[in-house]
Nanobody
Framework: QVQLVESGGGLVQAGGSLRLSCAAS????????MGWFRQTPGKERESVAA????????YYADSVKGRFTIARDNGKNTVYLQMNSLKPEDTAIYYC?????????????????WGQGTQVTVSS
């Protein structure tokens, strides 16, 4: 089992920045591929960014490319999402997720473990 806890969400003005953190339990964090997803009311949960267990492959949604950065620190069992130049359309609940399957990193059904989510609200 893996437990994931997100933190770092909050209120920010358009153009501002936030850094989300996801702390993982257990001793095998380094073997998991990690992803960030987000969801707003009435929409499906969508992939934002993902990174493989060894950092060899990184993916970003087109909507956040150039503004968001995913990083992981296996020594701290933590994955981060640095969000810059935030826009009102980035407003969502952001979720951290973990999977052993590296073949479908942007598919929510590929992920076995999820955090509780953290709210990000960007004002215009």
């Amino acid at each position: 089992q893996v437990q994931l806890v997100e933190s770092g969400g909050g209120l920010v003005q358009a153009g501002g920045s936030l850094r989300l953190s996801c702390a993982a339990s257990g001793r095998t964090f380094s073997s998991y591929n990690m992803g960030w997803f987000r969801q707003t009311p009435g929409k499906e949960r969508e992939s934002v960014a993902a990174v493989t267990w060894n950092g060899g492959r990184i993916y970003y949604a087109d909507s956040v490319k150039g503004r968001f950065t995913i990083a992981r620190d296996n020594g701290k069992n933590t994955v981060y999402l640095q969000m810059n130049s935030l826009k009102p359309e980035d407003t969502a609940i952001y979720y951290c997720a973990a999977t052993r399957d590296s073949s479908r990193l942007t598919a929510r059904n590929a992920y076995d473990y999820w955090g509780q989510g953290t709210q990000v609200t960007v004002s215009s």
